[in-house]
């Protein structure tokens, strides 16, 4: 058994291992409101990939990725796994994957699983991810009225600090937190600099997900 899938099991029997790892979280991020608002989800990969990267994206759908990533950076191999055999991917479980990655990307994906297959989902991307490797996931903004329940396939919420928490518990290194807000430039600023002080006060926030960059400690 891998360090990460023993860590996850550690996490998964024990409240106090979670709790340490969603204090240690908040040092840096203590509320949603302290974490930096970015456009897209590709803006981060635009930030964060490199040329010749190998990406493997899980839950990839259409593989709409693929191309844009292909285009932006040279020489990147992009894998998909789904389990929509419907459509074509590389892999159509986790169990198939023996090579490791740059980058995973997983996006809405994790509030579709329980928490414990949730947990072990993140343990094996850590196992899947070369030395440095990034994994760039987005999930619901709890702090949205209604972003989470709008979609009756969700199970389960995570909020920044359980996200967070639960990838340093697993041994993973939280590099950046985002929330992501795509809307026109006058609604964007109003909802920013104008609206912000309501939205703060009950407790409401206008992003609809949240981006988390968590990296594979080098050594």
């Known amino acids: 058994m891998s360090e990460a899938r023993e860590r ?4 998964l029997r024990s409240w106090s291992v979670l709790y340490d790892a969603r204090k240690a979280l908040r040092k840096r991020w203590r509320e949603v409101w302290d974490i930096p608002v970015k456009n ?4 981060v990969l635009l930030e964060e990939l490199a040329p010749g990267a190998s990406v493997l994206e899980i839950g990839s759908s259409d593989r709409n990725l693929e191309r844009p990533l292909k285009s932006a950076f040279p020489g990147l191999v992009y894998k998909s796994m789904d389990i929509d055999r419907e459509t074509r991917h590389d892999f159509y479980s986790l169990d198939e994957v023996s090579e490791a990655f740059d980058a995973v990307l997983l996006f809405e994906v994790i509030e579709h699983v329980p928490f414990s297959e949730g947990v072990t989902l993140l343990a094996r991307i850590y196992d899947l991810l070369e030395a440095g490797g990034k994994l760039i996931m987005t999930t619901p903004n709890l702090a949205h009225p209604t972003h989470y329940f709008r979609d009756p396939t969700h199970v389960t919420p995570w909020s920044h600090e359980g996200l967070g928490g639960v990838l340093l518990a697993l041994g993973f290194e939280v590099d950046r937190l985002y929330r992501i807000y795509n809307a026109p430039i006058v609604q964007k600023v109003l909802r920013k600099y104008v609206a ?4 703060r006060y009950f407790g409401v926030d206008f992003t609809h997900s949240l981006l988390v960059v968590a990296r594979k400690p080098s050594v």
Do not use: V
């Open 40 to 43: 897209k989800h590709t803006q």
């Open 8 to 11: 996850a099991e550690r996490i």
């Open 196 to 199: 912000c002080h309501a939205h």
